[in-house]
């Protein structure tokens, strides 16, 4: 039987988790451009926390209670204080400016032929920043590492075994939407280098976001465990969505 609570307040920063500077600054998770095309504030968004389990539960065999929690405030215009103003006003803001020189077609789902290959780097890097962001900024544990940020910031690309998929959105629901799940795989799973153990307990490893964005949706998935990588990948190309990253060839849309 599920027990509905609210969560604690989403995480802010004093110092920057990028760079390690201070003060923070108002971050944008979803840029000011795309907020006037989604003309927020005129239209329902929701913020939905899928179902996760308790660390310290996973010892407790006989342990059913799950938390959930759906915040239907408009979460594309938050502006938390996460990032110092340098890479706010840098290499963050580098990405917002390359993407809006050709987001608006995709968005709106009005645009037609094949992303270039930086198109496809660009707005790979900017769904996987908006990923990270919003990670900090939520109640739950934080699964992507440190090191997986300052290789976005430092070289502008994530790494290969993150998976980003993408597809056209026709239905209503997803349009401005947001799901996020972090879950926990057990050491002997684990293919690299990834923190698995938090003050004693199991860490959670592994996690999806799904970006509801107008005629974009989005799927993002971080796991430190190559197999379950792969059958990711293939179930997901098996079922029609184009593989956006790591890039393996041309997107058409």
Same mark, same amino acid.
């Given at each position: 039987?599920? =027990?509905?609570?609210?969560?604690?307040?989403? &995480? /802010? *920063?004093?110092?920057?988790? *990028?760079?390690?500077?201070?003060?923070?600054?108002?971050?944008?998770?979803?840029?000011?451009?795309? =907020?006037?095309?989604?003309?927020?504030? @005129?239209?329902?968004?929701?913020?939905?926390?899928?179902?996760?389990?308790?660390?310290?539960?996973?010892?407790?065999?006989?342990?059913? /209670?799950? &938390?959930?929690?759906?915040?239907?405030?408009?979460?594309?215009?938050?502006?938390?204080?996460?990032?110092?103003?340098?890479?706010?006003?840098?290499?963050?803001?580098?990405?917002?400016?390359?993407?809006?020189?050709?987001?608006?077609?995709?968005?709106?789902? /009005?645009?037609?032929? =094949?992303?270039?290959?930086?198109?496809?780097?660009?707005?790979?890097?900017?769904?996987?920043?908006?990923?990270?962001?919003?990670?900090?900024?939520?109640?739950?544990?934080?699964?992507?590492?440190?090191?997986?940020?300052?290789?976005?910031?430092? &070289?502008?690309?994530?790494?290969?075994?993150?998976?980003?998929?993408?597809?056209?959105?026709?239905?209503?629901?997803?349009?401005?939407?947001?799901?996020?799940?972090?879950?926990?795989?057990?050491?002997? @799973?684990?293919?690299?280098?990834?923190?698995?153990?938090?003050?004693?307990?199991?860490?959670?490893? @592994?996690?999806? &976001? /799904?970006?509801?964005?107008?005629?974009?949706?989005?799927?993002?998935?971080?796991?430190? =465990?190559?197999?379950?990588?792969?059958?990711?990948?293939?179930?997901?190309?098996?079922?029609?969505?184009?593989?956006?990253?790591?890039?393996?060839?041309?997107?058409?849309?």
């Amino acid at each position: 039987m599920s =027990n509905f609570t609210r969560h604690p307040a989403p &995480t /802010t *920063f004093k110092k920057c988790p *990028f760079c390690g500077k201070s003060p923070t600054t108002d971050t944008h998770i979803f840029p000011k451009w795309l =907020n006037k095309i989604l003309e927020v504030g @005129t239209k329902h968004t929701e913020d939905a926390y899928h179902p996760q389990v308790d660390p310290a539960m996973l010892y407790n065999s006989n342990a059913r /209670t799950v &938390t959930r929690q759906t915040d239907k405030k408009d979460f594309f215009s938050r502006q938390p204080h996460i990032a110092c103003q340098q890479c706010n006003g840098g290499w963050m803001a580098a990405f917002e400016e390359q993407m809006v020189e050709f987001a608006k077609p995709i968005i709106l789902g /009005t645009f037609v032929g =094949n992303l270039t290959a930086n198109q496809q780097i660009t707005l790979a890097s900017w769904l996987g920043l908006i990923t990270i962001l919003n990670e900090l900024h939520s109640y739950s544990q934080k699964t992507i590492p440190a090191v997986d940020s300052q290789r976005l910031m430092n &070289t502008g690309r994530l790494p290969d075994d993150w998976s980003i998929f993408i597809t056209n959105l026709n239905g209503k629901r997803w349009r401005k939407r947001k799901g996020y799940h972090n879950f926990l795989f057990t050491p002997g @799973t684990v293919a690299r280098s990834h923190p698995i153990l938090a003050d004693g307990l199991p860490k959670y490893n @592994t996690q999806i &976001t /799904t970006l509801g964005i107008e005629s974009l949706l989005a799927q993002i998935f971080v796991c430190p =465990n190559s197999q379950i990588v792969d059958k990711y990948r293939t179930h997901h190309i098996l079922q029609g969505y184009k593989l956006l990253w790591p890039p393996m060839g041309k997107i058409s849309f």
